[in-house]
């Protein structure tokens, strides 16, 4: 199973179980629904509701109905497992980029070796040690794991 990290559980609220989640995941629609399997310290929970709160992913579990069952999870991260998240062919996950071969003007620059995140809107790709926004990045090709960017003088 690959695990994709998609929020930390950083306060509960109330007695009856419900978690605050702080996530950022591009694709909560698809992840914070009831019946989906999610994973905190290894230990599998099934959305039983969702809710938005302030600026907080809140969540309950089945089988989950007091806050001394869940409590001993927090802080910790939660994951999902890749092969339970349905993406379309246009979508994909940050992590997807690592290893790509980076190219400008089809003139080979490096490869992503990270994903930077200044915010939840700016985001970087390191590449070969240099931080390139990704509003430069013109086309994703998976099948032939290249990425090419749009020509900046002096960026790489």
Do not use: A, W
């Amino acid at each position: 199973m690959e695990k994709i990290f998609i929020g930390k559980f950083v306060k509960t609220h109330g007695i009856k179980g419900e978690i605050k989640v702080r996530s950022n995941f591009k694709y909560k629609n698809k992840v914070f629904k009831e019946g989906f399997k999610v994973y905190i310290s290894d230990q599998e929970f099934i959305i039983n509701s969702y809710r938005i709160h302030q600026e907080y992913d809140m969540l309950t579990f089945k089988g989950i109905e007091n806050i001394n069952d869940i409590f001993p999870y927090k802080g910790s991260d939660i994951y999902i497992n890749k092969e339970d998240l349905k993406l379309e062919n246009n979508e994909f996950l940050d992590s997807d980029l690592i290893n790509l071969e980076v190219y400008m003007d089809s003139e080979f620059k490096g490869i992503v070796q990270e994903i930077n995140y200044l915010n939840k809107d700016k985001k970087l790709l390191m590449v070969s040690g240099k931080l390139v926004p990704f509003e430069l990045i013109k086309e994703i090709n998976f099948d032939e794991k290249k990425i090419e960017l749009e020509r900046v003088d002096g960026l790489l």
